[in-house]
Structures are given as structure tokens and as C-alpha cells.
Nanobody, 123 residues
Framework: QVQLVESGGGLVQAGGSLRLSCTASGRTFGTLTMGWFRQAPGKEREFVAAVKWDGSRTYYVDSVKGLFTISKNNAKNTVYLQMDSLKPEDTAVYYC????????????????WGQGTQVTVSS
């Protein structure tokens, strides 16, 4: 079993930045492919970014490429999502997810989920 706890959400003006963190416990972090997803009001949850369990590869949804950066610190059992140049359409609840040795390029297959952290971008 893996427990995931997100932090770092909040209110920011358009053009601003936020860094989300997700700390995992319960399983060797180095075996987990980590992903970030988001769900805006009235919309389905969508994939945002993922990092392979060994940190060697990252993947992003097209809308955040060049703006968001996902990184994984195995020593701290933490994955980060640095979000720059935020837009009002980035407003959503952001969820951290994990899958053991999973493919980072596949957006499905995540087994463990956090509770989510709210990100609100004002115009």
C-alpha cells in the first residue's frame, strides 16, 4: 500500500508560479512511476505529467509542455510539479498518482492516488 499526500496548492494570479509536492510512504519510492492529474469543475480528470520510476523520462500533456516541469527526488520520497506562467484554465484540483514500475508514457494504470490539492489561477 502507498499513501500519497499532496501540498503546495493555492491561489495565484495569471502568469504566476506554484510548485506542488507529493510525498509518498509505504513502498520504495524508487519503484514508483509518478503522475500528476487534474480535474476542473464540470470536467473529467485529465493527465498532466508523469515521470518514470527511475527518473529517466518525463511526459506532459501538450497544453503544459514548456510551462510545467515534473521531477522526482527518490531520497525525499517526493515528486514535484513546478508550474510556471499559470493561466486561469489551469484552475483545478491536482492529484498525485503512482504505479509500480509503470510506463510513464501510458496515462492509465495508476493504482494509488492522493486526496488532491486545489490550484486556483485568477485573471
Amino acid at each position: 500500500q502507498v499513501q500519497l499526500v499532496e501540498s503546495g496548492g493555492g491561489l495565484v494570479q495569471a502568469g504566476g508560479s506554484l510548485r506542488l509536492s507529493c510525498t509518498a510512504s509505504g513502498r520504495t519510492f524508487g519503484t514508483l512511476t509518478m503522475g500528476w492529474f487534474r480535474q476542473a469543475p464540470g470536467k473529467e480528470r485529465e493527465f498532466v505529467a508523469a515521470v518514470k520510476w527511475d527518473g529517466s523520462r518525463t511526459y506532459y500533456v501538450d497544453s503544459v509542455k514548456g510551462l510545467f516541469t515534473i521531477s522526482k527526488n527518490n531520497a525525499k520520497n517526493t515528486v514535484y510539479l513546478q508550474m510556471d506562467s499559470l493561466k486561469p484554465e489551469d484552475t483545478a484540483v491536482y492529484y498525485c498518482a503512482a504505479k509500480p514500475y509503470g510506463s510513464a508514457s501510458a496515462t492509465g494504470g495508476y493504482v494509488y492516488w492522493g486526496q488532491g490539492t486545489q490550484v486556483t489561477v485568477s485573471s
